[in-house]
């Protein structure tokens, strides 16, 4: 059965601090490794991960997967408190209808 | 922009009642899914349909059913429900391509409390 644990499970910094959130997985057969932000409502989307070593960035987010180790990292430098949401790792393999195993998620607070 | 929209924010059942939560995306996508959101437990599949009236269990089918008429809309529902089916739900729809289509689009999720 596929797996998805994400650590820690809740954070507090201050503004300006850097962050990083990890998430490893068990998977029979990897597709992708996907993070999603989720503020009062719906997971927005963040980064689509498919190959070890190669960072995907965005402003002050980034993150890499490891295939051999099997986890990856969400590093977000500067936070701001804009950046307070429940950050969301979720792993693709192949299977109908593109299906999503998540993990239980890391709860990012961060004060002024 | 993709959207993915639900009929309610908001819904308040009594036990035993039928529950009806509708999901609508406009970017044709052919997948649709619906999860349940829980503190402490993530989100988890509870259904997903890869094509009209194709559904497909997920993690937590027990208590629920799915409906999946037309493309764009994709039905969850509460037979019965029960006090532990308060949570929130959350649609989301995909396209069928590899890769792009692993990226799934939520809606804003319907917290529903049964009494």
């Known amino acids: 059965e596929d797996k998805v644990v994400q650590s820690p499970l809740s954070l507090v910094v201050h503004e300006g601090d850097t962050v990083t959130l990890n998430c490893s997985y068990e998977?029979?057969?990897?597709?992708?490794l996907l993070w999603y932000k989720q503020e009062k409502k719906a997971p927005t989307f963040l980064f689509m991960l498919?190959?070890?070593?190669i960072e995907k960035k965005s402003g002050r987010l980034s993150s890499i997967l490891d295939k051999k180790e099997l986890f990856s990292i969400l590093n977000i430098t500067a936070t701001q408190t804009g950046d307070s949401a429940i950050y969301l790792c979720?792993?693709?393999?192949?299977?109908?209808?593109?299906?999503?195993?998540f993990g239980g998620g890391t709860r990012l607070m961060v004060k002024p | 922009d993709v959207k993915v929209t639900q009929s309610s924010r908001y819904l308040v059942k009594r036990t035993g009642e039928k529950v009806f939560l509708e999901c609508v995306q406009d970017?044709?996508?052919?997948?649709m899914f619906w999860y349940r959101q829980d503190p402490g437990l993530g989100l988890r599949l509870i259904y997903f349909?890869?094509?009209?009236?194709?559904?497909e269990k997920g993690d937590i089918p027990e208590g629920y059913s799915v409906s999946r008429e037309k493309k764009e809309r994709f039905s969850l529902i509460l037979e019965s429900a029960s006090t532990n089916q308060t949570s929130m739900y959350l649609c989301?729809?995909?396209?069928?391509?590899?890769?792009?289509?692993?990226?799934?689009?939520f809606g804003p999720g319907t917290r529903l409390t049964v009494l």
């Open positions: 989301a729809s995909s396209s069928l391509g590899q890769g792009a289509g692993d990226t799934q689009y």
């Open positions: 998977v029979t057969n990897f597709r992708s």
């Open positions: 498919t190959s070890s070593g």
């Open positions: 979720a792993l693709s393999a192949p299977n109908a209808g593109n299906m999503l195993t």
């Open positions: 970017m044709d996508h052919e997948n």
């Open positions: 349909s890869y094509d009209v009236k194709m559904k």
